[in-house]
């Protein structure tokens, strides 16, 4: 059996490279992770790919908030999946709803077709929308590569047999990436249950750096990353 993925998610230049030197298979990068991640900055981007030997999934999402967005914000968002592919992005990630919280297909489609190829991954958008099945094949016809979910529970240990029909009724056709809250002392549990070949997580410690009152500084923590690689290598996964 070929052993789980790890996926990173990284919100910082430092969280990259400590995925980078602790095992991680794949990062998705971002910025402002507090806020469920935002566009990288392109400098970001480019730092990262000078010495990355993983594939660096960049998020696109121009603001905090929900999923349902102005003519204008998307067609930022546009602009900036083109720059960051042009930039040695491996793949983009975004999640577009309506306002009534299915996926709105024409923007996601559009999406897909600006990637010509390279993977695409719809984020935990998906867990905002009525039907994660009915998001699944909707995303799954799209040609979308992989959607992350929590199974709609908001952490993926207690949305493990959601995930598990997930992958059952996904037939190939899309992956299933698992995300929310998952770490070493859950995450054996949750790929033996829901059948998973990947998992997402972010490592990452809060710490008083000083800054904006109120406003955390998130320094790597990469035994999370080892801790999940050592769980799941004990359990033969």
Same mark, same amino acid.
Request: hydrophobic share 45%; proline share 3%.
């Given at each position: 059996?070929?052993?789980?993925?790890?996926?990173?998610?990284?919100?910082?230049?430092?969280?990259?490279?400590? $995925?980078?030197?602790?095992?991680? !298979?794949?990062?998705?990068?971002?910025?402002? &992770? /507090?806020?469920? =991640?935002? @566009?990288?900055? *392109?400098?970001?981007?480019?730092?990262?790919?000078?010495?990355?030997?993983?594939?660096?999934?960049?998020?696109?999402?121009?603001?905090?908030?929900?999923?349902?967005?102005?003519?204008?914000?998307?067609?930022?968002?546009?602009?900036?999946?083109?720059?960051?592919?042009?930039?040695?992005?491996?793949?983009?990630?975004?999640?577009?709803?309506?306002?009534?919280?299915?996926?709105?297909?024409?923007?996601?489609?559009?999406?897909?077709?600006?990637?010509?190829?390279?993977?695409?991954?719809?984020?935990? $958008?998906?867990?905002?929308?009525? !039907?994660?099945?009915?998001?699944?094949?909707? &995303? /799954?016809?799209? =040609?979308? @590569?992989?959607? *992350?979910?929590?199974?709609?529970?908001?952490?993926?240990?207690?949305?493990?047999?959601?995930?598990?029909?997930?992958?059952?009724?996904?037939?190939?056709?899309?992956?299933?990436?698992?995300?929310?809250?998952?770490?070493?002392?859950?995450?054996?549990?949750?790929?033996?249950?829901?059948?998973?070949?990947?998992?997402?997580?972010?490592?990452?410690?809060?710490?008083?750096?000083?800054?904006?009152?109120?406003?955390?500084?998130?320094?790597?923590?990469?035994?999370?990353?080892?801790?999940?690689?050592? $769980?799941?290598?004990?359990?033969?996964?």
């Amino acid at each position: 059996m070929a052993k789980v993925l790890l996926e990173v998610c990284c919100g910082s230049v430092d969280e990259a490279l400590a $995925a980078h030197e602790n095992g991680a !298979d794949r990062i998705e990068l971002c910025c402002a &992770l /507090a806020v469920g =991640g935002l @566009t990288p900055a *392109l400098g970001m981007l480019e730092e990262v790919k000078s010495w990355a030997t993983y594939p660096v999934m960049a998020m696109t999402r121009s603001r905090e908030g929900g999923f349902h967005y102005t003519a204008a914000e998307f067609d930022t968002m546009v602009r900036d999946a083109k720059i960051l592919l042009n930039h040695g992005a491996d793949g983009i990630v975004f999640g577009f709803l309506h306002q009534d919280g299915t996926v709105d297909v024409e923007r996601t489609a559009r999406m897909v077709d600006i990637a010509g190829g390279a993977p695409t991954m719809f984020h935990r $958008a998906c867990d905002a929308t009525p !039907d994660l099945f009915a998001t699944m094949e909707t &995303l /799954a016809e799209l =040609g979308v @590569t992989r959607m *992350l979910t929590s199974g709609g529970a908001g952490q993926a240990a207690l949305g493990a047999s959601v995930l598990a029909e997930l992958v059952r009724r996904a037939e190939g056709r899309i992956e299933v990436l698992p995300g929310g809250a998952i770490e070493p002392d859950n995450v054996v549990g949750l790929v033996q249950t829901s059948g998973v070949t990947q998992v997402h997580f972010a490592a990452r410690d809060n710490a008083d750096q000083g800054g904006y009152a109120g406003v955390a500084e998130a320094v790597p923590a990469p035994a999370v990353i080892t801790g999940i690689r050592q $769980a799941l290598a004990d359990a033969g996964l």
